[in-house]
């Protein structure tokens, strides 16, 4: 049995080619140990392979094992949860390689193999990675397959070859289980990958995080419209409100957490979309005001903002239904506009003074609202990235000294003057605007389309979105940030090279929407593919989803797609010979219904003659057929099928469909 | 034509009673230009058997006896020195005739059995610096007796593979026998057989026998009969493209003797034992007589179509 | 019990699978389920099922969905393997007891390779052979010895795990193959040589060309003579193989009779045995008598298996 176990050439090579292939995409979130761990143990197992090592002992192997599990509590503080997981499975893979030796070892790699796999999906679950992890799994299964054939298999490729091309004829029924094996719920919670840091909003806000955000390219969420887009200066995403100053930085007060869901009243159309967002780490969803979604765990806050009870750590698809022209607490809390009155105490007293004396000449909360906005607009206020340095009294030195500054100062001191005059106001942080991409019929909003505004509460009227910036930059509303900045070129400073830059080459963009919008479909075709989506597109098909129709289909199409494989590579239809030949297994058949059959090595002409005498009656006709073969099968008469299939014919009909055994015998 | 090759076989027939196979085949291995090898114990009626072909077919007969001291001159003949004219002088041997019935040829040794085998294979022979054509046609029956016999060498397999077929006459049925016993010598009958076919005549169905139509299935047919031999593992060696030549030769003059010009499977299937039985032998038993079984096993399993 | 299950176990693959000298391997007589490793693949697909439904992953349900095709289709491709595979008898060497049988066995492809074919009887270690595309591969399996006379191969399993091994197609091939097995020799003292009866006359010396006595000349080598009397010394001068021929003289011959020896049926024959092998290596002539049969005297290979067929199958039923 020896010379079984020990592992095939062609299945070792493909195993060590699939270790590359199945570390590769983990390489970016393994501790660097690790890698080095990989490295040494790929180069000794290679030296065996070609003799000049021995393998480990037993008491290295040991030591190894418990080494790998100290550095993994080292580097990720623990032994369970997902990352310190992951480390331990590929440390374990690593290790299993090196100690390979028997056909099971082999087997165990190859399953740990299809582990490390999935734990990638985990990671990166990106289009490319999926692409990508064709090549692990091939590999995998070639090795797979190299341990079942035999020494005298030679060709690496064939058997990457048989690997893919079993794949390739998998493909259809995996599709079919992927479109309808029923979708549950989680079973119980596991950990998610997490401390890869999330660019985006947080829950506080200095005007220099939002300057940061928008160097960054990075995609925050996709929304398709269910009918028009509405045009870019309505698309104002909220995800956040900001109701507590403390002189620098706005953010939110924990107690938004515990309020009731505000009252609202629905007014004006509606606009049904979808989004899928990115990860965000954060709880809060982003959506149009004043929005309804029917993701489970999601409710709305007392900021109008919907938030789930667990933060966003894979791509997050929802369904949104927003009233832009709802009333939104006309009657207030008194909870809620006492927060919104909030100052800090001992700051920026030339804003308050201002305050103060625009409320005297403005004792209306609206035409204070316009003068303030006019204010904006009229006095020379310069929109950039690059603001000065500011001291302890921030909004004082915005609003009468440097007088430059980006949507957060505006917002900011605009909020602080309206409390100061003591209107109910806070600060809105989320997104504004997009890309809209003809593609895909959707809009694309990324990190550097965040953006800041205001509310105020007015009695009966509610919460008045306005926003400041407007008055300032109004190109930022109307065509985004990079309009905004054209003199300045401080968009994207972080990423000279991103193709978001160069969006003036038309191919190029081109190029760029259409791979965001095949992303896009990705996320929400495959990614999001669970319990809703699935629900929803079966319902399309079938109009009703039952159990029994699932089956049905997955049973009947997997039938269905084995028997075009089974066809393929069974190929009934071909059959070896010339048509004479085949006329004449046709004659044998026909006769041997009559029991008469041909003996092994029996030849054409003894075995007409045979049948001749054991079906007296249907002699000519037999003798008749027998001729024409011969003649043109051997004597070379010009090859007339049709000749013979008329008398094969004149034979079926000369023969009963049943031979009384009187008939045979005479 | 075909009504006079009728006749000569109805003629032999007439002496040698009850092997019409084994004459048909016989003359159809001459028709192909082949040589003859018949295996079997003495007094089966070898030399009636060449005697008889020879005098059907209007050839000058010659026989040699083989025995240990056989030299290979008395086989193709040597010079003597006349005295009269003072010279040298070629005294054809046995071989210049038409027929030859080499009889017990394992008799004699290898030596004098080369001399024979290569003057059969060249149609020539060279004696003295000189060479001398043999006659046309020309036409080898050897016998030999089957080789567990003691004081014998059996031909080796080079050797045998000359030969186009190898007959077996064997035991007489129990009828035929009898007629045999009853009727007068059967030798006594050979005088009284006249030719039936001239020189000419001869030459010429020799001449039509290569013509006889052999279609592309039927070639495919001896090509799986020779790979078989070649691939399937208790055939000690597979046969070589002489041997599948030989077939073919054998297959079509025996179809030119069925009175058709076109060969079938038949054809084939009768001539197969005689022209490669000879020529095959078991791996388990290399030297030993499984040529039969073998050719049984062919038969059994190549299939014709 | 286990017994009876077996009984009807055989009777049923006898029906299902009759003994052939050809077998070729149909639906009918390939099974095939999934093997311990198959098992334990889908125990790693469940595993990571339950990932995927935990993490909500797409991927890993694609994955675990694309190796769950696989397998499936792997199904079609391990039938495939063995389907259409011709298997036939290609005869078996004779042997002693003791000794092992090779029954030799021809794979034969009509339309597509098959790949690692496991071949082997039901507790010998099997062989593995690649059958390339319409050709045809030798096989050998051997069976140890333990008594004479005809032994018939058991049924052979004919398995293949190919391409995966997830998946074992398998079949039980009877080619009806026999194998010749002679006695075991037992080393014994050489009889007394008695007159043989019969009715060869006293000084009837008969010079037997294959003896051992007299060297009579030299002849060309022929397939079949034996190696020691190789000459090799004229082939080292080119002068081709030449064999030293020998004559013996054959006088008084020995008998080998069974009712002179004692002991039990087997021992006797296995005496024999080796008396034939030696008086055959020694180039004597001998004859042999056993209860039911009687062989002439004579000398040679030929007779030499003669007397050892008639040693196995003495007292045996055909």
């Not at chain 1, 699935?534 to 109009?543: A, K, N």
């Not at chain 2, 075909?2 to 003629?11: G, I, T």
């Not at chain 2, 080079?158 to 009727?183: H, N, V």
């Not at chain 2, 030769?249 to 009768?270: K, T």
Request: glycine letters at 6%; charged letters at 20%.
């Amino acid at each position: 049995m020896s010379q079984i176990q020990v592992i095939p050439r062609i299945s070792l090579t493909w195993l060590l080619v699939a270790q590359v292939l199945v570390i590769l995409p983990h390489l970016s979130h393994l501790p660097l140990w690790v890698i080095g761990l990989w490295l040494g143990c790929a180069a000794w197992r290679v030296q065996i392979f070609r003799m000049r090592a021995n393998y480990p002992s037993t008491l290295l192997k040991l030591g190894l094992m418990i080494a790998t599990g100290c550095g993994v509590f080292l580097s990720r503080g623990s032994l369970i949860g997902l990352d310190a997981g992951v480390v331990l499975l590929v440390g374990a893979f690593i290790l299993k390689l090196l100690e390979m030796r028997t056909r099971r070892d082999a087997l165990v790699l190859i399953f740990l193999g299809f582990f490390v796999v999935v734990t990638a999906y985990l990671f990166d679950d990106s289009i490319t990675a999926a692409l990508y992890s064709v090549l692990p799994v091939t590999a995998l299964l070639a090795g797979l397959i190299g341990l079942q054939q035999s020494s005298l298999a030679s060709r690496p490729w064939d058997t990457a070859k048989l690997a893919a091309g079993l794949m390739l004829q998998a493909l259809p029924i995996m599709l079919l289980l992927f479109v309808f094996f029923p979708r549950i719920g989680p079973l119980w919670s596991l950990p998610m990958p997490g401390g890869n840091a999330v660019t985006g909003l947080s829950d506080s806000m200095t005007p220099g995080d939002i300057a940061d955000l928008s160097r960054s390219g990075a995609l925050a969420f996709r929304a398709s419209f269910d009918g028009e887009v509405p045009p870019r200066t309505e698309l104002y995403w909220r995800a956040l409100t900001l109701d507590r100053f403390d002189g620098r930085r706005w953010s939110q007060s924990s107690a938004l957490n515990y309020s009731p869901s505000p009252d609202w009243q629905k007014a004006g159309d509606p606009v049904s979309y979808s989004i899928v967002m990115q990860p965000s780490s954060q709880p809060w969803l982003f959506a149009l005001d004043v929005a309804e979604t029917s993701l489970p765990q999601t409710r709305q806050l007392s900021d109008f903002r919907l938030q789930r009870s667990k933060p966003v750590e894979r791509s997050l698809l929802y369904q949104v239904t927003s009233w832009p022209q709802a009333l939104r607490e006309p009657h207030g809390s008194s909870t809620g506009l006492r927060r919104a009155l909030q100052l800090p105490a001992n700051v920026d007293p030339r804003s308050r003074q201002w305050a103060r004396e625009l409320r005297q000449q403005y004792p209306q909360d609206e035409q204070l609202v316009n003068a303030l906005l006019k204010h904006f607009n009229q006095q020379p206020f310069v929109y950039t990235l690059r603001p000065p340095q500011m001291s302890r009294d921030s909004v004082d030195d915005f609003l009468f000294d440097s007088r430059r500054g980006f949507c957060a100062h505006y917002a900011g001191a605009m909020t602080f003057v309206l409390r100061a005059a003591g209107i109910p106001s806070r600060v809105v942080a989320g997104y504004q605007g997009g890309e809209y991409n003809p593609n895909g019929n959707y809009v694309q909003v990324r990190q550097f389309d965040a953006h800041a505004w205001v509310e105020y509460w007015q009695p009966d009227r509610g919460w008045v979105s306005v926003d400041p910036t407007f008055q300032v930059a109004p190109e930022r509303i109307e065509s985004g940030l990079e309009q905004a900045l054209a003199g300045e070129e401080s968009f994207m400073e972080g990423s000279p090279f991103s193709p978001l830059r160069f969006r003036k080459l038309a191919w190029l963009n081109q190029i760029r929407l259409a791979w965001d919008n095949l992303n896009y479909s990705w996320q929400r075709w495959v990614l999001g593919y669970q319990g809703a989506q699935q629900l929803e597109l079966l319902q399309r098909w079938f109009g009703r989803v039952e159990a029994r129709e699932l089956i049905i289909s997955l049973v009947g199409g997997g039938a269905l797609f084995l028997a075009f494989i089974a066809l393929w590579l069974f190929k009934p239809w071909i059959r070896n010979g010339a048509p004479e030949q085949r006329l004449f297994s046709q004659f044998e058949r026909l006769l041997r219904r009559h029991g008469i059959y041909r003996k092994a090595g029996e030849v054409p002409g003894h075995f007409a003659r045979r049948a001749a005498i054991a079906l007296p009656r249907q002699a000519p006709e037999i003798i008749q057929f027998y001729r024409s073969f011969e003649a043109q099968y051997y004597a070379g008469e010009s090859i007339d099928p049709k000749l013979l299939r008329s008398q094969l014919r004149q034979l079926r009909r000369a023969l009963p469909l049943r031979l009384s055994r009187l008939d045979r015998q005479q | 034509m075909r009504r006079k090759l009728e006749a000569c076989l109805e003629a032999v027939n007439q002496v040698l009673l009850g092997k019409e196979p084994q004459v048909r085949l016989a003359l159809a291995c001459l028709l192909a230009r082949g040589h003859l090898l018949i295996e079997d114990l003495p007094g089966m009626g070898k030399t009636t058997l060449s005697h008889a072909l020879a005098k059907v077919l209007g050839l000058s007969f010659q026989r040699v006896q083989f025995t240990s001291d056989l030299l290979p001159g008395d086989i193709l003949g040597t010079s003597v020195f006349d005295k009269d004219s003072g010279q040298f002088t070629f005294h054809p041997g046995p071989i210049f005739a038409e027929l030859v019935l080499a009889d017990e040829i394992n008799r004699a040794t290898p030596k004098s059995q080369s001399a024979l085998l290569e003057a059969m294979e060249e149609g020539q022979v060279t004696i003295e610096g000189a060479t001398r054509p043999l006659p046309d046609p020309f036409f080898v029956i050897a016998t030999q007796n089957p080789v567990s016999q003691g004081g014998t060498f059996a031909l080796p397999e080079s050797q045998l593979d000359r030969f186009l077929m190898r007959l077996s006459l064997g035991y007489p049925a129990r009828g035929a026998e009898k007629a045999l016993l009853l009727g007068d010598s059967r030798r006594a009958l050979l005088p009284q057989i006249s030719a039936v076919l001239d020189h000419s005549e001869l030459a010429a169905i020799q001449a039509e026998v290569p013509k006889v139509r052999v279609s592309d299935a039927l070639v495919e047919y001896v090509l799986r009969l020779v790979e078989a031999t070649r691939t399937q593992p208790q055939f000690a060696w597979g046969l070589s493209p002489r041997a599948s030549l030989a077939l073919l030769a054998a297959s079509r003059a025996w179809a030119y003797l069925a009175g058709r010009d076109y060969v079938i499977p038949e054809d084939v299937q009768a001539v197969l034992p005689s022209v490669v039985g000879h020529r095959l032998r078991e791996r388990a038993d290399p030297s030993g007589h499984g040529g039969s079984t073998l050719v049984q096993g062919l038969l059994r399993e190549v299939t014709p179509l | 019990m286990i017994a009876a299950v077996q009984a009807r176990w055989n009777r049923w693959l006898t029906r299902r699978l009759p003994a052939s000298s050809r077998v070729r391997l149909t639906q009918r007589r390939i099974f095939i389920v999934p093997s311990k490793v198959g098992v334990m693949f889908l125990l790693a697909l469940t595993l990571m099922l339950l990932a995927a439904i935990n993490y909500q992953n797409s991927l890993a349900y694609a994955l675990t969905f694309l190796l769950g095709s696989v397998f499936i289709v792997a199904i079609l491709h391990t039938y495939r393997n063995l389907s259409g595979l011709v298997l036939r008898a290609a005869g078996a060497n004779t042997v002693f007891v003791g000794e092992h049988v090779r029954y030799q066995v021809t794979l034969e492809s009509l339309n597509h390779a098959h790949q690692a074919i496991s071949l082997g009887f039901a507790d010998e270690p099997p062989l593995i052979v690649d059958v390339p595309p319409q050709a045809s591969t030798p096989a050998e399996l051997s069976l140890l010895t333990t008594q004479r006379g005809w032994l018939k191969a058991p049924r052979m399993r004919v398995e293949s795990g190919f391409p995966l091994g997830l998946l074992k197609a398998w079949s039980w091939v009877d080619l009806d193959q026999q194998a010749l097995v002679y006695p075991q020799p037992i080393a014994a003292d050489l009889p007394p040589v008695m007159a043989s009866v019969g009715d060869e006359d006293e000084q009837g010396l008969r010079v037997s060309a294959d003896g051992a006595d007299d060297f009579q000349g030299l002849r060309s080598y022929q397939a079949g003579d034996s190696r020691k009397r190789l000459h090799w010394k004229a082939y080292s001068r080119g002068m081709g193989l030449l064999v030293k021929d020998f004559a013996s003289l054959g006088g008084s011959q020995t008998c080998l009779d069974i009712a002179a020896l004692s002991g039990d049926q087997e021992y006797r024959l296995s005496v024999l045995c080796y008396w034939v092998l030696q008086y055959t290596e020694r180039h004597q002539p001998f004859s042999l008598r056993l209860d039911d049969k009687q062989i002439a005297a004579d000398t040679g290979d030929v007779h030499c298996q003669a007397c050892l067929r008639a040693l196995a199958l003495t007292g045996l039923s055909q």
